[in-house]
C-alpha cells in the first residue's frame, strides 16, 4: 500500500518523492438528471468539480436531496454521470472496481453468507487462495472487534456489529479509496460516536483516502480533513471548509476545543444559508 | 417463542382435525350416513394401512410420484431461468412479461385434451400438464424476487471485485432464494393436484386412477384411501421442502 | 410516454396473436388430423356459441363458478382475517388447512356426487372448497401484516374490537385479500372445468371431453379457445377492478399467479 502521509488541508512537504500532493479523485464538471415520472427531469447535480488528494479525509455535507450520495455513486462508478467525468488515479471511471471500496448506510452484507464468508468475498474474488483469504479475514475481524462472530449471520448482528463487518469486508480488498455513504446514519448515538472513534483509530494508520458522505455536521467536522458543504436542487457546492485540527483526535479532547466549536457552528450557518436561500431566492 | 406456547398451539391445531374424524365417525354410529355412502373411519385407516403395504397400490403411488417429480422438476428448472432471464434482460422481459401475462391466466387443465392429442396418453402428456401448472408460480416469483434484489448488494459485489457476468449467479441468483422457493413450494402443491387430476381424467395406474376405478364400481372405502394418501404425500414433501429451505436459508431474516 | 403505454396494452394481444402463429405454424408442419390449425379451430367457434344448448352450458358453468366463488370469498375473508389476528385462531386452522391443501378439490367430485348427486349444489361446492385455501391464505397475510399502531390509535379513538376489524384490519388487508381473490377467480374456472370433466354431465369441461370422445379435434381446440380467453378475460376485468379499488396501494404484481 502507498501511503503517503498528508498534513491535513494544506499540503507543504514534500515527502516519499512526492513533489506535489497526489490527486487520487478528481471531479470535472460532473452533472446529473434524473428522469422522474412525471416526465419531468431533476438536475441532482449541477457542474461539480473537486479533487480529493491521496489520504485525505473528506466528507461530503448537505441536507437531504442534495444529491451528495449521487456523487459518491459516480465515484464508485455505479452511476455514470450526464455530463462532465470522474477519474481515479488520473484513470477515467468507467464502472466499479476494487480500488474503490464502498460502505453502505443499509450495510448491504450478503444474508446468505456468515460474517467470515462476507468479509472473504472480495479476497475469493481477486482470486487469493482460500486459506490465504480466511487467514487475512480473520485477522480483519479482529481488528474491526468481532472475534468470536465469525461464523454468525449477518441476521443474527446489531447494526453496528453489521456496519462493522461491511467495512471490514471493504477494507479486506485493500480500495485505496474508501467510497462512505452515511454509513452511521442508521445507528444509535452511541453506537455511531464508537463507530467514528475506531473508523479514526483505523485510518490513522494506513491513511487511505476516504469520500465520506454525512448531514451530520458534527461527524464531518470531527473526522474530515476537509469539509464540501453542498446545496440542493440543483446540487452545487457552495463551499469547501478546511478542518486544520490536530490528529489524532480525542472526541473527548475536541468537544472542548474552541477551534472545533468554531468549525461547528460555522458549517450549521453555512446550512442553515443554504436553507434560507431555498426558501427565500 | 417458549415450548409451552408451541404445544398449546400443535394440542390447539390437532383439534379440529380430531373434531373432524370424530364427526365423520358420529355420522356413521348414529346412523345418519348409511355406510355404503360414508364408511366409518376406522375401515378406511385400516384399509389405508392394508394398501401401503400391498405391492399394487405401490405401484400406483410410484407412479404419481414420478409424474409429479418430472413435472415439478421441468417446471422448476423453465421457471427459475425464464425468470431470472427476464429480470436480468430487458430484451427478453418485453417478450416473456406479455406472454405470461396471457398464458398465466389460462386454466391449463383445459389444454389437457391438446397435450393428450398431440402427446399420447402416456406419461408424457400428464407430466406436460404438471409442469404447465407449477411453472407460473414458480417463474412468477423468481422474476419478483429477481427485480426486487438490492441494489446496493450488487454494486458492494461489483465493487469487490465480481465482473458483470458473474453477478447474476453470485448476487442476483442467492438474494432471490427466499421468493424462489416460496414459489416452488406452492408449485409442488399444484404439482400434486395436477398429477392426480390428469389420472383422474385418463390413467390406468397412479392414485387417480384409483379413485375413478373404486367410483365406478361404488367402493366407497376405497375412494378415500387415494385422497388421504395424496394429502399425506403432500405433506411429506411439503416437510421435506421446508427442511430443505430452513437450510438454505439460515442466513436470512425470516419472513 | 404515450407510446409506450400503447406498448403496454398492445402487447398481450400481440403475445395472443404470436402464440396463435406458433399454433398455425406446429399444426402446419406437423399434419395431423388430431391437431388442426389455429384458424380451423377458430372457425369452430361460431358453430359452438351459436349452438343454443352448448352456449347455455357455459353459461351453467359459469354462473355455478360465480355462486361458489362469492360464497367462498364471504366465508374466507372473515376467517382469514380473523386467523391474522388472532394466534389461537391461527393454529386452530393451520394444520387443517395444510392437510386439505394439497387434496385436488375436484377430485372429491366422485364422493361429493355420491352424497349430493350431480347437481349444481355438488359442482359449486367444488369450487367452494377449490378457490377457499388461496383467499383464506391470502386474507390471514394481509391482516397479519397490519400494523398494530393502527390498531392502537384506532383503539384510542374509542373503535371497538369488531368496528376494528371492519374500519382497519378490512382496508388496510384490502390489497392483499384481492390478489388472493384474482387467484381464486381463476382456481374457480380451473375446477369448474375439471369437476366438469370428472363428473361429464354438462358445462364447458364436458363439451370439450364429449368433443374429444367423438374425435371432433376442431370443437375441442375451438374449446380450449373460449375457456382460455374465458380465463384471460375474467382476470383482466378483475384486475381493472382491483386496481381502482386500491389505487392507495402499492402498484400490485400484473400478473397473476394462476393457481396457488
Known amino acids: 500500500m502507498s501511503v503517503v502521509p498528508l498534513r491535513p488541508g494544506v499540503q507543504t512537504e514534500p515527502s516519499s518523492g512526492h513533489a506535489q500532493p497526489v490527486a487520487m479523485i478528481e471531479i470535472d464538471h460532473v452533472s446529473q438528471m434524473f428522469e422522474t415520472s412525471g416526465r419531468r427531469s431533476h438536475l441532482a447535480l449541477s457542474d461539480i468539480s473537486l479533487t480529493i488528494e491521496d489520504g485525505a479525509f473528506v466528507s461530503i455535507l448537505g441536507p437531504s436531496g442534495c444529491g451528495k450520495s449521487t456523487l459518491l455513486y459516480i465515484v464508485g462508478g455505479f452511476v455514470t454521470p450526464t455530463a462532465g467525468r470522474a477519474k481515479v488515479k488520473g484513470r477515467a471511471i468507467t464502472g466499479p472496481g476494487p480500488d474503490r471500496g464502498p460502505v453502505f448506510q443499509e450495510f448491504a452484507l450478503f444474508p446468505w453468507k456468515n460474517v467470515l464468508g462476507n468479509v472473504m468475498y472480495g479476497l475469493r474474488q481477486q482470486g487469493v487462495k482460500r486459506g490465504e483469504a480466511e487467514a487475512q479475514s480473520r485477522r480483519l475481524i479482529e481488528m474491526v472487534g468481532l472475534k468470536g462472530y465469525e461464523s454468525f449471520y449477518p441476521k443474527e448482528l446489531s447494526g453496528g456489529m453489521k456496519q462493522r463487518v461491511a467495512i471490514a469486508r471493504t477494507l479486506a480488498y485493500h480500495p485505496e479509496v474508501l467510497l462512505m455513504d452515511e454509513p452511521f446514519g442508521a445507528l444509535d448515538a452511541h453506537t455511531r460516536t464508537r463507530l467514528q472513534n475506531d473508523l479514526l483509530n483505523i485510518w490513522e494508520r494506513d491513511r487511505k483516502t476516504v469520500l465520506f458522505v454525512t448531514h451530520s455536521v458534527d461527524e464531518a467536522v470531527f473526522l474530515s480533513d476537509k469539509v464540501v458543504v453542498m446545496t440542493r436542487s440543483p446540487g452545487r457546492i457552495k463551499q469547501i471548509v478546511d478542518i486544520d485540527l490536530p490528529r489524532p483526535r480525542r472526541r473527548a479532547d475536541l468537544l472542548l476545543d474552541p477551534h472545533y466549536q468554531k468549525y461547528v457552528v460555522d458549517i450549521e450557518k453555512l446550512i442553515d444559508d443554504v436553507l434560507e436561500d431555498e426558501l427565500h431566492p | ?255 | 410516454m404515450s407510446a409506450s403505454l400503447i406498448g403496454r396494452r398492445l402487447s398481450p394481444l400481440l403475445a395472443c396473436i404470436g402464440l396463435l402463429c406458433i399454433w398455425q405454424a406446429a399444426a402446419l408442419v406437423l399434419k395431423t388430423d388430431s391437431f388442426p390449425t389455429a384458424l380451423e379451430a377458430i372457425r369452430a367457434i361460431p358453430s359452438i356459441l351459436g349452438d343454443h344448448e352448448a352456449l347455455l352450458n357455459i353459461l351453467d358453468s359459469l354462473r355455478r363458478m360465480v355462486i361458489g366463488l362469492v360464497l367462498a370469498a364471504l366465508v374466507s375473508i372473515p376467517l382469514g382475517l380473523m386467523m391474522g389476528r388472532s394466534r389461537a385462531i391461527a393454529s386452530f386452522f393451520n394444520p387443517l388447512l395444510m392437510v386439505v391443501y394439497p387434496v385436488p378439490k375436484a377430485a372429491l367430485m366422485p364422493v361429493i356426487m355420491l352424497w349430493l348427486g350431480v347437481g349444481d349444489v355438488s359442482k359449486t361446492l367444488v369450487i367452494f372448497l377449490g378457490v377457499s385455501i388461496p383467499i383464506i391464505y391470502h386474507s390471514f397475510q394481509g391482516a397479519k401484516a397490519v400494523e398494530e399502531k393502527m390498531l392502537w390509535s384506532g383503539a384510542a379513538m374509542g373503535l371497538s374490537a369488531p368496528q376494528r376489524m371492519f374500519r382497519i384490519v378490512l382496508p388496510a388487508a384490502l390489497p392483499e385479500i384481492l390478489t388472493g381473490c384474482r387467484t381464486g377467480l381463476v382456481l374457480a374456472l380451473i375446477t369448474m372445468v375439471t369437476s366438469e370433466m370428472i363428473a361429464r354431465q354438462n358445462g364447458a369441461g364436458n363439451i370439450l371431453f364429449n368433443a374429444l370422445d367423438m374425435a371432433q379435434y376442431e370443437t375441442v381446440f375451438a374449446m380450449i379457445i373460449i375457456i382460455g380467453a374465458m380465463g384471460i378475460v375474467l382476470d383482466a376485468a378483475f384486475e381493472k377492478l382491483r386496481a381502482r379499488l386500491v389505487r392507495w396501494s402499492e402498484p400490485d404484481v400484473d400478473i397473476p399467479v394462476s393457481f396457488s
Open chain 2, 1 to 255: 417463542m417458549n415450548a409451552r406456547v408451541v404445544s398449546t398451539d400443535i394440542v390447539l391445531g390437532i383439534l379440529p382435525i380430531a373434531l373432524l374424524v370424530a364427526l365423520w365417525q358420529a355420522l356413521v354410529t348414529f346412523g345418519y350416513a348409511p355406510v355404503s355412502l360414508l364408511p366409518p373411519p376406522g375401515l378406511v385407516f385400516a384399509r389405508l394401512a392394508q394398501q401401503l403395504v400391498s405391492s399394487g397400490y405401490l405401484h400406483d403411488i410410484a407412479a404419481t410420484l414420478f409424474r409429479l417429480f418430472a413435472g415439478f422438476g421441468i417446471a422448476v428448472i423453465l421457471g427459475v431461468t425464464i425468470g431470472l432471464a427476464a429480470a436480468v434482460s430487458p430484451g427478453i422481459n418485453a417478450v416473456v412479461r406479455p406472454v405470461v401475462r396471457v398464458l398465466a391466466p389460462l386454466p391449463k387443465v383445459a389444454l389437457y385434451p391438446a397435450m393428450l392429442l398431440l402427446l399420447g396418453f402416456d406419461h408424457a402428456s400428464k407430466i406436460t400438464l404438471v409442469a404447465a401448472d407449477a411453472l407460473f408460480p414458480i417463474l412468477l416469483s423468481t422474476y419478483y424476487g429477481a427485480s426486487m434484489v438490492e441494489q446496493k448488494l450488487i454494486w458492494s459485489a461489483m465493487a469487490a471485485g465480481t465482473p458483470r457476468s458473474q453477478v447474476l449467479f453470485k448476487v442476483v441468483l442467492p438474494a432471490a432464494l427466499p421468493s424462489i422457493l416460496t414459489g416452488c413450494r406452492i408449485g409442488l402443491v399444484i404439482s400434486c393436484i395436477v398429477v392426480f387430476l390428469a389420472e383422474m381424467i385418463t390413467s390406468s395406474d397412479g392414485l387417480g386412477h384409483v379413485l375413478v376405478a373404486a367410483a365406478r364400481t361404488f367402493q366407497t372405502v376405497d375412494m378415500f384411501v387415494p385422497l388421504i394418501t395424496i394429502s399425506l404425500l403432500g405433506l411429506i414433501l411439503n416437510g421435506l421442502l421446508h427442511g430443505l429451505r430452513t437450510y438454505l436459508l439460515r442466513g436470512f431474516p425470516e419472513v
